[in-house]
């Protein structure tokens, strides 16, 4: 079984900066992706951002490129969201997700909610304006 816990969400100002952690215990990861989902008030969860944990291969959703950045630590078991520049419409639920999936050669990374396997409770970040 795999337990994900976020941390780091909070209210921060329109241009501020909030770094968020998930922290992945129960099995090894190294085939898997570790994604960041949101969910907005009366919206569907959508993708924000996916690492694979062996090679560190990232990739975004246009609306957070430039201002997110994903990363993990190897050596804690933990992925990392790094937000700039946020804005208001960035207000939601963040969600840690693991998709346990071993992918090699050509693929498509993982970007839809059912190819996760492991979600963790959420974190709440709001950006006023």
């Known amino acids: 079984q795999v337990q994900l816990v976020e941390s780091g969400g909070g209210l921060v100002q329109a241009g501020g900066s909030l770094r968020l952690s998930c922290a992945a215990s129960?099995?090894?990861?190294?085939?898997?992706?570790m994604g960041w989902f949101r969910q907005a008030p009366g919206k569907e969860r959508e993708f924000v951002a996916t690492i694979r944990w062996s090679g560190g291969s990232k990739y975004y959703a246009d609306s957070v490129k430039g201002r997110f950045t994903i990363s993990r630590d190897n050596a804690k078991n933990t992925v990392y969201l790094q937000m700039n520049s946020l804005k208001p419409e960035d207000t939601a639920v963040y969600y840690c997700a693991a998709d346990s999936t071993y992918y090699s050669g050509s693929y498509s990374p993982p970007k839809a909610n059912y190819e996760y396997d492991f979600w963790g409770q959420g974190t709440q970040v709001t950006v006023s304006s």
């Open positions: 129960g099995r090894t990861f190294s085939g898997y992706f």
